[in-house]
């Protein structure tokens, strides 16, 4: 808006071709995000008190947690609507990834509204059903996949970019329909389950939607593109504007979800957030980048693929507890340790997948 605005007015104030360069836009839309979250924050907090929308603590899980009850939950929500406000204020809404990012954010994220709603308002402790979810998350994450390989450049859309490597050029045809399926769902669930200690999933999330910032705004970029040996996708540079706003949501939310938390993101937070990591992560084709920076959420994930298949196969468990923050807290770890310690290996993960840009 802010974007369409000043190319309508620069004929008579020339400062406002300053609007027009997508980095400037994406540190005032960090700015702006950190800004309404902030202000919101302590708003949105005494709604969910006064509503009584509460965490409810597993009787299974570590008693440490047991002083977590009651903490309001459903904090997503105000990280989404921050978010979708920026990327309506920042970026060139002429732009269909921006559209696509934001169709995304908001369909994740009523699914998982739908589960805490379900579990915190209706005190039904099963949520909603599995089969819904799963087949809720397909219908948005499918419908996504299908329309960027009908309507996007065939040429680039099916490629397979594997870091390291310049001179691979395979393309996967249909096959992008079921990896950018299991990219955007996976990612979903895998920040989901890292959502289980306070400001543990969202400092990587702001990390690694960072640096697919980076990514994005280079591959729309040609001389970069062409230099850095990425594909080049024209528009994509738009998305830089969302990963910003992304950033500066989650931060400002850090400010509140930090040790010890006044409020948790909940699923409709979590299931969004995840879902839009991967599908920027698609579109830019930098999949195999993304399962490196993102992997404190594929080890939290595995953790949980090895725990049940090991008790179902051979009768015992692998870890004191899975996801595997909760089997470093029974060891002894404080929780705050626990988070920090994540956070660094997650800061070193996205470094080396930064690093990859130079090193094809």
């Known amino acids: ?19 027009g360069y997508q980095t400037f ?5 960090a700015l702006t995000a950190l800004f309404f979250s902030l202000l919101l924050g302590p708003w949105f907090i005494r709604k969910l008190q006064i509503k009584q929308i509460g965490q409810q603590v597993r009787d299974f899980g570590p008693e440490s947690h047991l002083i977590k009850q009651g903490t309001p939950t459903m904090g997503g929500a105000m990280i989404l609507t ?10 060139n809404l002429t732009n269909e990834y921006v559209w696509l990012c934001l169709y995304v954010l908001f369909g994740f994220g009523l699914v998982g509204w739908l589960d805490d709603y379900r579990k915190l308002v209706l005190k039904d402790s099963a949520g909603l059903a599995a089969r819904w979810k799963y087949l ?4 948005f994450g ?3 996949v299908v329309y960027l390989y009908c309507y996007g450049d065939d040429s680039i859309s099916t490629q397979l970019v594997l870091p390291l490597i310049s001179d691979f050029d395979w393309h996967l045809g249909w096959l992008t329909v079921p990896l950018g399926y299991f990219v955007i769902v996976g990612s979903s669930n895998a920040v989901n389950l890292t959502d289980g200690l306070d400001g ?3 400092m990587p999330t702001v990390l690694v939607g960072s640096a697919l ?8 970029h040609a001389q970069f593109s062409e230099y850095l040996l990425i594909p080049f996708i024209p528009g994509t540079g738009e998305m830089t504007i969302f990963c910003a706003a992304m950033a500066g949501a989650g931060l400002g939310f850090l400010w509140f979800n930090t040790y010890p938390a006044q409020v948790f993101m909940g699923d409709v937070g979590a299931l969004a957030l995840g879902a839009a990591l991967g599908l920027v992560a698609f579109i830019t084709r930098q999949e195999f980048v993304f399962f490196v920076m993102g992997g ?8 949980v693929i090895l725990q049940v298949a090991s008790f179902k196969l051979l009768g015992r468990r692998i870890f004191r507890m899975a996801p595997i923050h909760h089997h470093f807290e029974l060891k002894g770890w404080a929780e705050p340790k626990v988070i920090v310690r994540f956070w660094i290996i997650s800061i070193i993960l996205v470094l080396v997948g930064l690093a990859s840009l130079k090193v094809r």
Do not use: D, K
């Not at 921050?82 to 970026?91: D, Q």
């Open 1 to 19: 808006m802010i974007l369409w605005l000043a190319e309508l007015l620069e004929g008579q104030f020339s400062w406002l071709n300053l609007f």
């Open 25 to 29: 836009r994406a540190i005032m839309a």
């Open 82 to 91: 921050v978010i979708i406000m920026t990327t309506l204020l920042w970026s």
């Open 136 to 139: 809720l998350q397909s219908l």
């Open 142 to 144: 499918v419908t996504a």
């Open 200 to 202: 543990l999933a969202i």
């Open 213 to 220: 910032g980076v990514f994005a705004y280079v591959s729309g």
């Open 296 to 303: 404190v959420f594929v080890m939290e994930t595995v953790s």
